[in-house]
């Protein structure tokens, strides 16, 4: 009898232990920092290597331009950033977390040039691989 006690005690802590392992974000799925940084590298410093990891599937890139609305799809973006692989901006780069929950978040980031800013508007989602980036919509003061 306490043989059977002491199997079922050790197979309660192994399985409690496996359940809080399997809802560990920071070590296995990237962090909604990682991602936001990987963003910025990318569109600042030419560091592509690790964008299409966290952009989703179905994502959309959204700039205002004139009096209209222009929109890129995830290829699109990752292509054209290919052909700019390490061209640095000239540009002071910051963010600001504008909403954040465990599910989503909604990040603001600026790049300021010399003569006018660039503002990102990032959704991002906390998803089973990780944060991704849902969508961007970029403006310029």
């Known amino acids: 009898m306490k043989t059977l006690q002491t199997l079922t005690a050790a197979f309660l802590i192994v399985f409690s232990m496996s359940a809080f392992a399997a809802n560990e974000p920071s070590s296995k799925r990237a962090g909604m920092n990682h991602a936001v940084l990987t963003y910025i590298d990318a569109f600042t410093q030419g560091d592509t290597r690790g964008l299409p990891a966290i952009l989703d599937e179905n994502v959309k890139f959204s700039s205002t331009k004139a009096d209209k609305v ?50 990102n508007y990032v959704l991002m989602e906390n998803t089973s691989e990780g944060w991704k980036i849902k969508s961007v919509t970029s403006t310029y003061n």
């Open 70 to 119: 222009v929109s890129y799809n995830r290829s699109q973006i990752v292509q054209s950033l290919k052909q700019l692989q390490n061209i640095k901006q000239n540009c002071e780069t910051s963010y600001s977390v504008m909403e954040y929950n465990s599910a989503q978040a909604l990040v603001k980031v600026n790049m300021i040039y010399q003569d006018f800013t660039k503002v």
